[in-house]
């Protein structure tokens, strides 16, 4: 193979390690652990909501054992799309996610996006920054009416 093609092939394995992030990250939420949900991070991530930029992995942990306690959440991620950066093992990526929510005192539902910056330099991808933008967040007796 020519230094080309195994740049290109290389190129092509880290976007996919980013691609595959999106889902890991749904589907760590979904079981509930704070410390696991952080680990997807590097050490120094940060996590951006509406309310502010969480730095490093214990303010993650902290903002998710208050989010993920008591609830039995299902995320779905969609429209996933990877974006070169001017490193060749950070890669962009954005999505859209929906997600319901069972909990105590409610059922509720959302859906928004998400945009990551993911280092993909080793087998195992960690986030960098991921910003979760909702565009939605109801429940079942409230609704979305416009």
């Not at 590097?42 to 993650?60: C, H, K, M, V």
């Not at 070169?84 to 929510?101: C, E, G, Q, R």
């Amino acid at each position: 193979m020519t230094d080309d093609l195994h740049a290109r092939i290389d190129r092509l394995e880290r976007h996919e390690l980013a691609r595959s992030m999106a889902a890991a990250y749904a589907v760590t939420v979904d079981e509930g652990d704070p410390a696991r949900i952080a680990a997807l991070f590097a050490p120094d991530g940060t996590l951006t909501i509406p309310s502010g930029t969480l730095q490093g992995r214990e303010e993650i942990a902290a903002f998710y054992a208050e989010r993920v306690a008591d609830a039995d959440r299902r995320h779905f991620v969609t429209n996933v799309a990877t974006h070169a950066t001017d490193s060749a093992t950070t890669i962009s990526v954005s999505a859209y996610f929906l997600y319901t929510s069972r909990e105590p005192d409610r059922s509720a539902l959302g859906w928004g996006r998400y945009d990551d910056l993911i280092d993909a330099s080793r087998t195992t991808p960690l986030l960098l920054a991921k910003t979760i933008t909702p565009a939605v967040f109801t429940d079942l007796e409230e609704g979305w009416p416009s």
